[in-house]
T-cell receptor
Framework: GNSVTQMEGPVTLSEEAFLTINCTYT??????LFWYVQYPGEGLQLLLK?????DKGSNKGFEATYRKETTSFHLEKGSVQVSDSAVYFC??????????????FGSGTQLTVLP | DAGVIQSPRHEVTEMGQEVTLRCKPI?????LFWYRQTMMRGLELLIY????????DSGMPEDRFSAKMPNASFSTLKIQPSEPRDSAVYFC?????????????FGPGTRLTVL
């Protein structure tokens, strides 16, 4: 079946530090890959996505590249801010030509950025 | 545009009582998902609907849980009778037709506490 493995948290960084959160997946075919972010007390929000190999998703200074050869989708940001403190979830949907597809989530990584 | 709306935001009830959680998806979206989030188990998909029809309810934990979607703009998740282990945050999400059908938009969640 499909699965997503994220690096364990929590991760604590100082402001302006470089961030990497590792994510690897197991899936058949060509899944779509996502990073969602959950701020305290809120629902999940889509941060970025990539739908095919070598695609790079980017948003708000965050980037992730779909690497099929290593089945990875690592999240990076060059300079984090205090406002980036949140829980980050890696997720995938399987390839399908049909309608709605289920998201399979990783366990989430708590990020805390200190001023 | 309004996002996914969930009510109530917080619910505290006693064991054995019936609980009903409500969700209004984004207008025009044709797929709806119910998730449960706990510290121990992370995010779990309970059930999802496509065009108001339940597609996969394999994540519903047991017969005490039921979900309905009587029309395109409303869904309920009911727990009867509730138990303390049902305490969690319950999220509803919706996704549109077409090219963005793999992107889900989450509501703010309902925090359920069963005493």
């Amino acid at each position: 079946g499909n699965s997503v493995t994220q690096m364990e948290g929590p991760v604590t960084l100082s402001e302006e530090a470089f961030l990497t959160i590792n994510c690897t997946y197991t899936a058949t075919g060509y899944p779509s890959l996502f990073w969602y972010v959950q701020y305290p007390g809120e629902g999940l929000q889509l941060l970025l996505k990539a739908t095919k190999a070598d695609d790079k998703g980017s948003n708000k200074g965050f980037e992730a590249t779909y690497r099929k050869e290593t089945t990875s989708f690592h999240l990076e940001k060059g300079s984090v801010q205090v406002s980036d403190s949140a829980v980050y979830f890696c997720a995938l949907t399987p390839f399908s030509s049909g309608s709605a597809r289920q998201l399979t989530f990783g366990s989430g990584t708590q990020l805390t950025v200190l001023p | 545009d309004a996002g996914v709306i969930q009510s109530p935001r917080h619910e505290v009830t006693e064991m054995g009582q019936e609980v009903t959680l409500r969700c209004k998806p984004i207008s025009g979206h044709n797929s709806l998902f119910w998730y449960r989030q706990t510290m121990m188990r992370g995010l779990e998909l309970l059930i999802y609907f496509n065009n108001n029809v339940p597609i996969d309810d394999s994540g519903m934990p047991e017969d005490r849980f039921s979900a309905k979607m009587p029309n395109a703009s409303f869904s309920t998740l009911k727990i009867q009778p509730s138990e303390p282990r049902d305490s969690a945050v319950y999220f509803c999400a919706s996704s549109p037709r077409g090219q963005s059908q793999d992107t889900q938009y989450f509501g703010p969640g309902t925090r359920l506490t069963v005493l």
